[in-house]
Nanobody, 127 residues
Framework: VQLQASGGGLVQAGGSLRLSCAAS?????????MAWFRQAPGKERDFVAG????????TYADSVKDRFSISKDNAKNTVYLEMNSLKPEDTAVYYC????????????????????WGQGTQVTVSS
């Protein structure tokens, strides 16, 4: 399993970014739940959003609810994180992760439950 994250960058507060995570393997999303985590300097890696192998609706951390949206394109084996109304506190390295579909894809599952990770993409929000 290989995951390739991209789309990070520098943006002003209030702006938007879209992150992408391309996954290898046929019918990848029929086997794995997907999630985005983020890690700020000196802090733990925190859950941001997750999406089921089966359903198209996502789950979100309270801190990003109503601002971020997770989605996926099964044909392209790609999961996205649309980030709007960005705040300086959203600054972090963002990671996409995959876990077998029996793993809970909500904030209830810590990062340790995800065996597969992308390389991370930096998001910096200036005030």
């Amino acid at each position: 399993v290989q995951l390739q994250a991209s789309g990070g960058g520098l943006v002003q507060a209030g702006g938007s970014l879209r992150l992408s995570c391309a996954a290898s393997g046929r019918a990848f999303f029929s086997r794995y739940n997907m999630a985005w985590f983020r890690q700020a300097p000196g802090k733990e890696r925190d859950f941001v959003a997750g999406i089921s192998w089966k359903w198209l609706t996502g789950t979100y951390a309270d801190s990003v609810k109503d601002r971020f949206s997770i989605s996926k394109d099964n044909a392209k084996n790609t999961v996205y994180l649309e980030m709007n109304s960005l705040k300086p506190e959203d600054t972090a390295v963002y990671y996409c992760a995959a876990a077998p579909r029996e793993i809970d894809y909500s904030a209830a599952s810590p990062s340790l439950r995800y065996p597969y990770w992308g390389q991370g993409t930096q998001v910096t929000v200036s005030s």
